[in-house]
């Protein structure tokens, strides 16, 4: 009987052990601007052949390199800036055509939608990609407080429907990183910023 009497005991605590106080969890929010750190654009040129369609006179690498930094000085653009991007050109090279790629980055918008805008055969920018500037240790305390504040607020609102009181914050748990994305179609639209906060249910 006192050997049952242990056994019982023992099964039981586990089951204890694993009893916790009420809770519950929501997701605070905060809002923030993304500040834009540089655009980057991918440049192909290259040389121009003869045919049918509308390539008259043909130009070799060089002279559509040259023409092209005639261009840029024109719109304010140093073509010494470009730098070769080799991998890039590896994967898009053309077996028919001498093609060079280059990497133009500037964190100026007006200097990106000149560079877009210039027109000219041998000429491609395929792609403008925008790099987001890096939350600070300061923005992330900042924001995670406030998105802290954000759903204590939701919590109690949750609770008050339910006749019941949130008490002390039980877990914090933010995902999110330094790193930033910027929204392609609105650069300049507002982001969220979400924080996970669990609450003693009283």
């Not at 390539?55 to 930094?69: H, M, P, Q, R």
């Not at 792609?127 to 600070?136: P, Q």
């Not at 982001?191 to 669990?198: E, F, W």
């Amino acid at each position: 009987m006192k050997k049952l009497k242990y056994l019982l005991i023992f099964l039981m605590t586990p089951l204890l052990a694993q009893v916790s106080p009420n809770v519950i969890t929501v997701q605070g929010e905060a809002i923030h601007k993304v500040e834009v750190k540089e655009y980057n654009a991918i440049i192909i040129l290259t040389e121009i052949k003869v045919d049918s369609y509308q390539n008259l006179e043909a130009k070799t690498l060089g002279d559509v390199s040259l023409k092209f930094e005639k261009k840029l000085k024109k719109i304010g653009i140093d073509f010494k800036k470009f730098k070769p991007n080799i991998s890039y050109e590896l994967y898009n090279i053309s077996v028919k055509k001498k093609t060079v790629v280059y990497n133009y980055k500037t964190t100026s918008i007006t200097k990106i939608r000149a560079l877009v805008k210039v027109s000219m055969n041998g000429l491609n920018v395929p792609s403008v990609t925008v790099e987001a500037k890096k939350l600070s240790l300061e923005e992330i305390v900042h924001l995670s407080n406030e998105a802290i504040g954000n759903a204590q607020i939701l919590a109690s609102g949750i609770a008050k429907m339910q006749h019941r009181k949130i008490g002390k914050i039980i877990q914090i748990v933010n995902s999110q990183l330094s790193d930033q994305t910027v929204n392609s179609y609105d650069p300049g639209k507002p982001q969220l910023y979400a924080v996970t906060v669990s609450f003693e249910l009283l």
